[in-house]
């Protein structure tokens, strides 16, 4: 019965013993009552359809409408952009490109992290030394040499300019920056330092200076006879050299001996009273010059 | 019966499905006679049942009664269209037979009367059945259309609505089954 053999002939036999029965009688007769009397199991779709209403689109299907049709005319539109049916294709950065450049909040700008040294990478540091500052005669020399460059000290007279350096001087002295060994050192160094006509003339200043010292005491001595064991001559009263610019001169204690004879005669006739005003005077004197040699 | 096969013979399928889609009662049932027989054996077949095949057999007439204005000339004919259309309709009422009982179809005994001579063949013609009915659906209607309907693969697959090689897979798998069934029944020597 088939055309290809796919079962044995045993098989075969054996299907074909499945033998379907005879139709039964009266099949077509009754089929074809089935169809006089129209029960043929046939339904008219088109005669139930339900017939179209008036309708009127509901609020939904008209928002569904709206947003499909908006949908769907930015999708068109948007791809014939890109697709460059409108002219040059429009660049539309990305949402990952438009990130990159946000800038929501300024970037955390860098901690400097502490370097941690080594003992052994650790540089030396070198001491700073403290510029040092002038002391002493150094101090009086640039102070008189400040002086010297300072235009409006130039104009004045050399015997204003000589009181003008000794009152410096002196409050040098007295605010305690130098002494008055610092003041003779400093007076030596600008004498060796000054220049040949200068110090001649420092010179020829201070040989009159020491003439007409000279000359003043003898007449001290001269006139206060009787009266000089108060104030003796031998000592100098004036200040050795703070107010000049010359090189200090040291008096000599020693005394002429006529002039020393005098004066002790003039002790020995003396009052008591004389004799104890003489012991204060020189009782201060030595006090003064202790004082002096401290400084 | 032989005038009746004479005329339809002398017609071909498009005239007389025109015929009766112009609602002609003469040519329906010039068609039932001719094919009422091959649907039966399908459905027959298909179901195991005589009732139901005969219901499935009218119901597949009336379908072409009914639809018979669709009808496309130039088909195959009526006669695989019937054939389709039963296989289908059977499967439809397996399935829906399952669906609301999972229980076994009960046997209607064979109304035939069974002579002596013949109680051999028909055993072996159950456990046949018994083998058929044993089968998945769609391996049941591709055994019984290429098989006892003769028809070739294409047109078998073309009623299941399947491809070609699915179907000659589907039924390498109920030729197999079959084959295996039978065998086991022991009536492969009995037969002939």
Redesign the interface.
């Known amino acids: 019965m088939m055309a290809e053999p796919a079962f044995s002939p045993e098989i075969e036999k054996a299907l074909d013993a499945y033998a379907a029965p005879p139709l039964p009688t009266g099949f077509s007769e009754r089929l074809m009552a089935r169809i006089a009397s129209g029960d043929t199991g046939f339904v008219d779709a088109a005669a139930y359809m339900p017939l179209p209403r008036a309708r009127k689109s509901s609020p939904w299907r008209r928002t569904s409408r709206i947003i499909g049709s908006v949908a769907i005319f930015s999708l068109a539109t948007a791809t014939a952009a890109a697709a460059g049916f409108f002219g040059d294709p429009v660049y539309v950065p990305g949402v990952s490109e438009a990130l990159v450049e946000a800038k929501i909040v300024d970037a955390p700008k860098p901690v400097a992290t502490p370097k941690v040294r080594t003992v052994a990478e650790a540089k030396p540091v070198k001491p700073v030394m403290a510029q040092p500052q002038a002391t002493g005669s150094a101090a009086i020399v640039n102070r008189v040499t400040d002086l010297r460059n300072d235009p409006a000290f130039a104009k004045l007279t050399p015997r204003e300019r000589l009181a003008v350096t000794g009152k410096e001087v002196r409050q040098m002295v007295s605010s305690g920056e130098a002494t008055r060994q610092d003041v003779r050192t400093a007076v030596r160094e600008l004498a060796r330092d000054a220049d040949p006509t200068a110090r001649e003339a420092w010179r020829k200043t201070a040989a009159e200076r020491r003439e007409k010292r000279l000359e003043r005491r003898e007449r001290t001595a001269a006139i206060a006879e009787p009266q000089s064991v108060t104030e003796p001559q031998a000592i100098d009263s004036e200040p050795a050299i703070a107010t000049t610019d010359a090189p200090p001169t040291i008096e000599s204690a020693k005394l002429a001996p006529d002039t020393a004879e005098a004066i002790r005669e003039n002790i020995r006739n003396a009052t008591p009273e004389q004799r104890a005003a003489l012991r204060n005077a020189l009782r201060e004197r030595r006090q003064l010059r202790q004082q002096r040699r401290t400084q | 019966m032989m005038q009746q096969a004479v005329r339809q013979a002398e017609q071909s399928d498009d005239e007389l499905v025109a015929r009766i889609a112009a609602r002609d009662?003469a040519a329906?049932?010039l068609v039932?006679?001719g094919h009422?027989?091959l649907v039966?054996?399908v459905a027959?077949?298909m179901l195991g049942d005589?009732t139901e095949a005969?219901d499935v057999?009218?119901?597949s007439?009336?379908k072409l009664?009914?639809h018979a204005d669709r009808w496309q000339p130039g088909g195959a004919g009526i006669a695989p269209w019937l054939k389709k259309v039963t296989v289908n309709q059977c499967l439809d009422r397996l399935r829906r037979k399952r669906f609301f009982s999972d229980e076994d179809v009960p046997e209607r005994e064979?109304?035939?009367p069974l002579a002596d001579r013949y109680v051999e063949?028909?055993e072996?013609?159950?456990?046949?059945?018994d083998c058929?009915e044993a089968l998945p659906d769609r391996q049941r209607a591709a055994v019984i259309l290429?098989?006892?309907e003769?028809q070739?693969n294409q047109v078998a697959a073309e009623s299941l609505e399947m491809q070609l090689k699915a179907f000659e897979s589907l039924?390498f798998r109920a030729?197999a089954s079959?084959?295996g069934c039978?065998?086991r029944k022991g009536?492969?020597?009995?037969?002939?």
């Open positions: 009662h329906m049932r039932a006679d009422a027989q039966w054996r027959y077949r005589a005969e057999a009218q119901e007439l009336l009664w009914n064979d109304e035939a063949a028909v072996t013609g159950q456990a046949v059945k058929i290429t098989y006892y003769e070739p039924l030729r079959l084959r039978v065998e009536v492969v020597g009995r037969a002939g």
